[in-house]
């Protein structure tokens, strides 16, 4: 998605792009508005210790690498943005032979391997978090935030979610994609006893696919007015109803929460790669735009102290939320359109020919 969000500005001043992506069932949806070119070359992650599923996905590394040089000598662009996962490994390699210059862009706080591995020879290194340049010493790393879908627009008012009451406190529940059984359980327990207690409070709950109908089931009996959804594709209106979220911490759910300053109780993934949701956290928290906490300790009895206590003070989370606006920087998109352009235009040095292509 930040990927597709820098091509469609850079498509909007004219520039030729095209997409090279791996042909995976999760990167369908995502592309469905797209009408540009694409490269599709197949790739899987590399784990981090030695196995035999290390040795495949070795091996399709290396044929992944072959089909992007064949691609490129074919049709070379000026210019590569690899947004920093396994899937950018070939491009980049294969920018490197035909000596195409590229800009990585780093969504969390801790680089990945492929950021680690490829930053020496970027033009650039765009990050969405300032605490990125204390891993990446000596390197040319520049903030631009995190590129965002255009339709996430704060100044856009949207129609608010079908909750009977709109002037109760709403805590908005995020598991990520695929929704998180481990929130779904606690969260749902603790507004019961919430409610119980006698506060008014609604919830707008993202609970994925095979929680969905239980989650409802446990808010309906707790007599909580909710809207729970397995997924949501358009959330600006849930983050304009929301006073508070509950989620988890990936790169993409920082910056949203930022760009609408929405405060936060993060729960950060406690198996992602690095444990990098809890650097994300960390950093929201030391600038007072989050509170944090780990799954381990999320029990039923502290999450509703904390809920109770958010409920008694609206002027502590009206601080989050100006911490977390003041935080980043906006018109992300742009900001990384800026840096493959230069990138494009020191390539062709002498040319003048445009549009060029990235």
């Given at each position: 998605m930040p990927g597709l969000a820098t091509a469609s500005v850079l498509r909007a001043r004219g520039h030729a792009i095209t997409l090279w992506l791996t042909g995976r069932d999760t990167e369908k949806k995502s592309i469905e508005a797209w009408d540009g070119e694409i490269v599709r070359v197949?790739?899987?992650?590399?784990?981090?210790?030695?196995s035999l599923k290390g040795l495949r996905s070795g091996w399709k590394l290396w044929k992944a690498a072959g089909t992007c040089r064949r691609a490129m000598r074919e049709n070379r662009p000026d210019a590569l943005l690899a947004m920093g996962s396994f899937a950018s490994v070939g491009p980049i390699l294969a920018a490197r032979r035909w000596r195409v210059p590229y800009v990585l862009h780093e969504a969390n706080v801790l680089p990945g391997r492929a950021v680690r591995l490829f930053a020496r020879g970027a033009k650039a290194v765009a990050c969405s978090f300032e605490e990125t340049r204390y891993y990446m010493p000596g390197k040319n790393v520049q903030l631009t935030g995190m590129p965002l879908r255009r339709e996430l627009d704060p100044s856009i008012r949207h129609d608010p979610?079908?909750?009977?009451?709109?002037?109760?406190?709403?805590?908005l529940v995020m598991g990520g994609s695929s929704g998180a059984h481990t929130l779904n359980d606690r969260v749902t327990e603790a507004l019961g006893e919430v409610a119980r207690r006698?506060?008014?409070?609604?919830?707008?709950?993202?609970?994925g696919v095979q929680d969905e109908n239980w989650v409802r089931e446990r808010y309906l009996d707790a007599g909580i007015p909710c809207l729970v959804q397995a997924f949501a594709n358009k959330v600006s209106a849930l983050y304009q109803a929301a006073d508070l979220a509950v989620c988890r911490a990936g790169a993409s759910t920082c910056a949203e929460l930022s760009l609408f300053g929405v405060p936060s109780l993060m729960v950060p993934y406690p198996y992602a790669a690095n444990d990098h949701q809890t650097a994300n956290a960390r950093a929201l928290e030391k600038a007072g735009a989050a509170d944090v906490v780990s799954e381990k300790?999320?029990?039923?009895?502290w999450l509703v102290d904390y809920l109770m206590e958010s409920l008694r003070n609206p002027r502590r989370l009206a601080r989050m939320s100006a911490a977390l606006k003041a935080r980043t920087p906006?018109?992300?998109?742009?900001?990384?359109?800026?840096?493959i352009e230069q990138a494009a235009l020191e390539n062709k040095a002498n040319s003048s020919e445009a549009p060029v292509d990235v």
């Open positions: 197949p790739a899987e992650g590399f784990p981090t210790q030695f979610p079908d909750l009977p009451n709109r002037d109760r406190f709403t805590l006698g506060a008014a409070v609604q919830v707008i709950h993202l609970s300790d999320l029990s039923v009895p906006g018109n992300a998109a742009e900001r990384l359109a800026d840096m």
